[in-house]
C-alpha cells in the first residue's frame, strides 16, 4: 500500500515538473519575440537617421559644389576676358561728347570684324581750363607759365627757365627775352600761325609759342571724330601708332609725341598748360602728357585713376610714381583684377601711351581723324 501511494506521489511529481517547464518554454519564447521586434523597431530609426544625414550631406555637397564649380569656370578664363573690358561711355564727362555716339560695325587692324563707337569729342576741355601757357617776364614764378618737356624732362615755364636756354641746349642762339625782361612769345593768331607750323617764320624764331581759343577759326574748339572698338580685341602683337593714341575723358585728343626736335630747332618752345596740352590752329587743343587731369575713380598709393580710352578701347590711368615696381607689360600696362589697363608715360617722356596691345579701326590710328598739318612756305611766302 505504501509502496503504491510512493509512486503516485512520484508520478505526481514528475507531471508537475513538466508542466512547469512546458510553461516556462511559453515565456521564454514571448520574451524573444518582444525582444526581436524591439531589436527590429530600434534599427527603424537608426536606419532614418542615417538616412537623413546622408541626403543633407549630398544636398550640401550639391550646394557647395556648384558655386565652386562656377568659380573655377568664371575664374580661369578671367585673365584672358578681362582684356575684354566694354567701353562705359558713362565715364565720359558731361558736354566731352559734342554728339551721338553712333554704333557702326567696323573692321580692325587685325581683320577682326565687330562694333566700333564712332565718338566725336568736343576739342576742348570741360573740367578745366586751358593755360597759361608762356609767361611773360624773365622775372615771373612758375604760376604764370605752363611746362615744357622734351623727351629728357618735364620744365616748369618760370622766368628762369628762359634765361637757362642757351645752357640747357649748349646752344647761344638761345635768346627769349629782349634787354628788359622781356619775353618774346606769340601775341596775336597771325603770330601764332605762322610759328605754330612745322616751317617756323623766321621773324618768330626765339619766341615761346602759345595759343588760345580766341584764336581758332571763329574761336571755336575744333571737334575731333575718331573710332574706337566698343569692346577690345587684343592683337598678335603690340604696336605704336602714327596718328592719335586715344581720348580723355574730358573730350581731348591724345596726339602722338610733339615734334621736339622741329621745335627746338627753329629756337622755339612750343609751350603745353599744366595737364600737358597746347593748341595748334589746325588740330585745336590736345594732349601730349598726362599730368593727372580729367580723372575719375579712386586712386591708391600703388594705383592711379582713369583719364581716358586708347584707340584699341583699353582704358588709361595716370602715371605711376614707381612704375619699376608695378610689374608693367611692354606696353606699360597690367590686370590688377579688375581688367587689363594702360598707364600713361610720365610727361617728361613726350609720349603718353607707349604702345597699344588691342586691335585699333584700319586707318584710324595713322591719322586719328584730324586734320592734316599744312606743309610748304608760311602764307604769303609762295611766291618769290
Known sequence: MLTKTVARLLAL?????????????????????????????????DTAETVDPDTDVAETTTADSEPNTNEVETADPEPDTAATTEVDLDLFFDGALANEVATESCTLSGGAETQCYTITVAGNPVTYDTGPFCPTSITDTAEAGGIWFDGNGVY?????????????????????YDEDGNIFRTETAEEFDLAARPDVDPSLQN?????????LENGEAIPSTLQIP?????????????GNLGVTLDGIVIAASAPVDAIL??????????????????????????????????????ETAMFAYAMDGF??????????????????GHDIGDGYH???????????????????????????????????????????
Open 230 to 242: 566698343t569692346e577690345p580685341v587684343l592683337a598678335e602683337t603690340s604696336a605704336t601708332t602714327r
Open 342 to 384: 594702360y598707364h600713361a608715360n610720365n610727361a617728361a617722356e613726350n609720349l603718353v601711351i607707349q604702345c597699344l596691345i588691342g586691335q585699333t579701326v584700319a586707318g584710324a590710328a595713322d591719322d586719328g581723324g584730324r586734320p592734316e598739318r599744312p606743309d610748304g612756305p608760311p602764307p604769303g611766302d609762295e611766291e618769290g
Open 265 to 302: 630747332s627753329a629756337y622755339t618752345i612750343a609751350a603745353f598748360d599744366d595737364c600737358g596740352g597746347h593748341y595748334n590752329p589746325n588740330d585745336g587743343y590736345h594732349l601730349h602728357g598726362a599730368t593727372g587731369c580729367s580723372e575719375v575713380g579712386d586712386s591708391s598709393d600703388d
Open 156 to 176: 616748369e615755364l618760370d622766368g628762369q627757365f628762359f634765361t637757362n636756354l642757351a645752357e640747357l641746349y649748349s646752344d647761344d642762339n638761345w635768346l627769349m
Open 207 to 215: 619766341h615761346c609759342v602759345e595759343g588760345q581759343l580766341d584764336w
Open 13 to 45: 511529481g514528475m507531471m508537475l515538473a513538466l508542466i512547469a517547464a512546458a510553461c516556462g518554454s511559453a515565456g521564454s519564447d514571448e520574451g524573444a519575440q518582444t525582444i526581436a521586434e524591439n531589436t527590429t523597431a530600434d534599427p527603424a530609426p
Open 315 to 332: 582704358p588709361v590711368h595716370s602715371p605711376l610714381a614707381d612704375a619699376a615696381a608695378a610689374n608693367l607689360d611692354e606696353c606699360n
